[in-house]
């Protein structure tokens, strides 16, 4: 997988642009309303999601598994400590964060993956912490395409898998959580394809029950 984003990102640059993705708005009014101050971002890219977040005034900590994205961030987002660790092992971070948000990750993994990487999330939370998460939904125009390796789960290119949430699906990932807010957003792109939209679910959950 880090094989995969070194190798787009030294392609093509700043692939999304400089612009926030429209979650990461809604995203933060939830944390300023209930008082989050540390945010933890996995895939965390070059930060053109996490730069709104540590210019707002959170202490933001990113992980990337892309060593090229990270060397990217050190210039575009210079207030982001970000680490070159794997999404899906998060262990040797010491801080416990009282946000995270995290954008269109989760989707990239199969279900047992998903299940871990959700629970490597949820550790490195504080109690009642506040955790974002947006992933393609089943509206996606690329819903379907590709081989499907498991329900809903299309590998369009090899070794690339993408799951598609329903809201049920995405509901009984965290089915062990509080949930506060879910939702659809239109979240439009540019990225050498021409324009387009996305599709997304987002939800937001408490990492532990009060």
């Not at 400089?18 to 895939?43: C, M, W, Y």
């Not at 202490?59 to 400590?81: N, P, W, Y």
């Not at 690329?142 to 498991?150: L, M, P």
Request: proline share 3%; glycine share 8%.
């Amino acid at each position: 997988m880090n094989e995969y984003w070194d190798t787009r990102y030294r392609a093509e640059g700043k692939i999304w642009g400089d612009a926030p993705s429209r979650t990461t708005g809604h995203a933060l009014e939830l944390f300023q309303q209930n008082g989050v101050k540390k945010i933890l971002v996995p895939g965390s890219g070059y930060g053109r999601n996490t730069k709104l977040f540590s210019v707002s005034r959170f202490k933001v900590t990113g992980v990337e598994i892309s060593l090229e994205a990270c060397r990217m961030a050190l210039s575009f987002d210079t207030a982001t400590r970000v680490f070159n660790i794997s999404v899906l092992d998060m262990s040797t971070l010491k801080d416990k964060f009282d946000g995270l948000y995290c954008f269109n990750v989760l989707h990239l993994f199969r279900e047992e993956e998903r299940k871990l990487f959700i629970r490597q999330c949820a550790t490195r939370m504080k109690i009642n912490g506040l955790m974002f998460f947006t992933v393609f939904s089943e509206k996606e125009s690329s819903y379907g395409k590709g081989g499907e390796v498991e329900k809903n789960t299309f590998e369009s290119k090899p070794g690339r898998p993408v799951h598609y949430f329903t809201d049920d699906d995405l509901l009984k990932q965290f089915k062990n959580m509080a949930i506060i807010e879910t939702g659809i957003a239109e979240d439009p792109e540019d990225h050498g394809e021409g324009p387009h939209t996305h599709i997304l679910r987002y939800i937001c959950v408490k990492a532990n029950r009060s």
